[in-house]
């Protein structure tokens, strides 16, 4: 079964530092990746994706995320964090349609970035 | 605007009143799903929609139905609400077009079960 894992519920990082949140998957097959934010009493917004290419994917608000197949991670950076960066982060897996004909997604269990000033 | 439309955004029922979430989206995106976000658990994909009159079960579909008579809209349906389906729903839709399209998300609804 297809599995998303991230072991932190919170992270808390200094305004200006670099910030990493982190993300593990299992899977048969490839892995189809998605980074998504929450901010309070909203629904989810995408920030970036991997499906094939570069290890290093860049997305939306100076984001960006790094795949790393040997150690099946999928980490979602920033340079320099802001506070209106402070969020619920969520990384998620898609199930390989074309293999199996379905819509499943498999989300993991989220981490809170704050960022202090 | 493109947008994900969930009605109502807030409800508070008793348990066993048959109850409908209506989803509907303005992208013409084929496929639709429906999450339901618990603390510490993350979402979990409730069902989910390919195309007009094809739904398949996600991974807590249990006290859930949905249905998907047209393209835009995606209502879930609770026939006889209990206490453990309260929760924060969410519906999403995206284009079935090449490179897996992202998700667009609703804001949510709250639904208490007492």
């Known amino acids: 079964a297809q599995s998303v894992a991230q072991p932190e519920d919170q992270v808390n990082v200094a305004e200006g530092n670099p910030l990493t949140v982190k993300c593990t998957y299992s899977?048969?097959?490839?892995?189809?990746l998605f980074w998504y934010v929450q901010y309070p009493n909203r629904g989810l917004q995408f920030l970036l994706k991997?499906?094939?290419?570069?290890?290093l994917v860049k997305g939306s608000y100076g984001f960006e995320a790094e795949f790393n197949k040997s150690q099946t991670s999928f980490h979602l950076k920033k340079p320099s964090a802001l506070v209106s960066d402070s969020a619920l982060y969520f990384c998620a897996v898609r199930e390989n349609s074309f293999t199996s004909g379905t819509y499943k997604y498999i989300f993991g269990t989220g981490t809170r970035l704050k960022v202090l000033a | 605007e493109a947008q994900v439309t969930q009605n109502p955004r807030y409800l508070i029922t008793v348990t066993g009143k048959k109850l409908t979430v209506t989803c509907s989206q303005n992208m013409n995106h084929e496929y639709m799903s429906w999450y339901r976000q618990d603390p510490g658990l993350g979402l979990r994909q409730i069902y989910y929609?390919?195309?007009?009159?094809?739904?398949d079960k996600g991974d807590v579909p249990e006290g859930y139905k949905v249905s998907r008579k047209e393209k835009r809209n995606f209502p879930l349906i609770l026939e006889s609400p209990s206490p453990n389906q309260t929760s924060l729903y969410f519906c999403a839709s995206s284009s079935a077009g090449t490179g897996f399209q992202p998700q667009h998300f609703g804001d949510g609804t709250r639904l208490s079960i007492l």
């Open positions: 929609s390919m195309n007009v009159e094809v739904t």
């Open positions: 899977v048969s097959g490839n892995p189809y």
């Open positions: 991997y499906i094939t290419g570069d290890n």
